[in-house]
């Protein structure tokens, strides 16, 4: 599956919800919950994504190609919305991470978590992926 | 809450037309005044009032707009200074704000009167702007930063104040009023250590001007600064006062237009009093407007605006403490309207996100004091602080919602 069918796809399951935002947040927050977790012992300063009012943390690992990604966060919020982005950033080769749009956050109705104030860690977060595949790609 | 006092509470918000608007689908509850206030129509519209009728650069204009504009920001220094129980209007300096007006008076003391080693005392709860101008000052001069340290009750244990102090110390700077705690520091004890050991008092008003009573002229600081935007006035605005002695003393360290009597290339004379510090042109509209807003404190009651606040915290403090979830930081009786908590296991940040969708607006984070957030070992709290116009009901909704915050996001 593409980035971009990853990204029609989650759209496509959070018009479920409706404008239910209650059952939108359950759902991140869930997504949160079982997300894979970085080992504590790599949560080391490099890792550490800056722009973010609670702090993230993001592990890439590279085969071949495509890149691998782990994250935490200390917020759940925030944790439920990375689980999305590295679901549809998983595996993928560097140059389609280079080009995607990712603006699937949007379009699930979070518009509030992509907003440009320092509180906000996502869209660093989506940067940051890029900027890995960017310089692992030269 | 009483009958008479519902209904004071409904005149104000009749002022204010934010509060007829509508967040996310609910009505707005703004919990967030420790940031900045909501303004009142009469702020707003001395606000237009200015860009329509009499918008002009003040004191160098012999034209009758030049004359009404100096005039009205003339005044606004003499509604201010009358604010604060102050005699001379010269010793009101006009900033751009709180951190300003530090900032002016560290680099002003930085020439002639700090000295090489020298030490300053902050508290553990200073908010960074007291922070980072002195610490800059004392990396560049091999001084040093002093911290007075927390009780467990989170106020400034005082006892240890004087021990800090060397023949090396020359100044204290303290918040008046924690901007993350809300508890109010015992100003008169730290001003009787500050004259004992002949120290300068610089004393960080940001948090306590919106919501007490300040006589400076009987609380008699070397410096007090404020910012308007906390006191129902605009952004951009704020006041430096400085006592008689450095109104005369203290170096000009930010020369420029209008802080002269005469320039040539050789010599520059410069003027005396506030003007002295106010170089260029200043936000004009904006402390015109400062005026304004303490005029509005003052025609609702800043006795008033204290007890009513204080009556919210009580009322907040109280319905939090009987969630069990919820820590609490800093807990008086006598605060000034700001309550900072915690949801045990759960980052503010997230709090904050389900609150906004319910149209509350509370702040997240460590709130500019990372040295304070790092003294109680936590990322960050949540923080709800008060201003005139808010009312018991809000706090209702408030606690309502902040359960359904815990239970969805309660691991």
Known sequence: MSIQEKENEIIEEFQLFGDNWESKYEHIIDLGRTMPLINPEDKTDDRLIKGCQSRVWLKTEQEGDKLFFKADSEAIITKGLIALIIRVFNGEKMKDIINAKADFIGKIGLQEHLSPTRANGLISMINRMKSEALQRSK | ML?????????????????????????????????????????????????????????????????????????????????????????????????????????????????????????????????????????????????????????????????????????????????????????????????????????????????????????????????????????????????????????????????????????????????????????????????????????IGVAEISKHENELTIYAQNKLKEINEVELYGIADEKAGVISFNVKNVHPFDVGSILDKYGIAVRTGHHCTQPLMKNLGIPGTVRISFAAYNQNNEIDFFIEKLKKAISMLAP
Request: hydrophobic share 35%.
């Open chain 2, 3 to 299: 009958q008479n006092e519902s209904k004071w509470v409904e005149k104000i918000r009749n002022d204010f037309p934010i509060l007829n608007r509508k967040v996310n689908n609910n009505p707005l509850i703004y919990f967030d005044n420790g940031a900045t206030t909501q303004k009142p129509n009469q702020v707003i519209q001395c606000i237009t009032n200015y860009y329509t009728n009499y918008n002009s650069n003040i004191h160098r204009g012999v034209h009758s707009l030049s004359r009404e504009a100096s005039e009205a920001f003339e005044n606004s220094r003499n509604h201010v200074a009358q604010f604060f129980g102050v005699k001379n209007t010269q010793q009101i300096v006009f900033t751009s704000g709180t951190t300003a007006s530090i900032n002016l008076v560290v680099n002003s003391l930085a020439d002639n009167v700090l000295k090489q080693g020298d030490e300053i005392i902050l508290s553990t709860y200073e908010h960074h702007s007291n922070i980072l101008p002195w610490q800059l000052w004392a990396q560049k001069n091999n001084g040093s930063l002093k911290v007075i340290p927390l009780k467990s009750d989170h106020t400034l244990d005082l006892d240890q104040l004087e021990n800090m102090i060397s023949p090396k110390t020359k100044v204290i700077s303290v918040a008046h009023v924690s901007n993350t705690l809300g508890i109010i520091s015992d100003i008169q004890r730290i001003k009787e250590i500050a004259l004992k050991y002949n120290l300068i008092l610089f004393i960080d008003g940001a948090q306590s001007a919106p919501h007490m009573q300040i006589d400076l002229q009987k609380i008699a600081p070397d410096f007090f600064a404020c910012s308007a935007h906390k006191m129902y006035g605009p952004t951009g605005t704020g006041m430096l006062y400085m006592s008689e002695k450095w109104l005369q003393e203290l170096p000009v360290s930010g020369p420029g237009g209008g802080t002269i009597k005469s320039v040539s290339f050789e010599q520059t004379e410069y003027a005396e009093g506030a003007l002295r510090f106010e170089a260029g042109t200043p936000h004009i509209s904006g402390v015109i407007a400062f005026g304004e807003a303490v005029n509005y404190m003052n025609s």
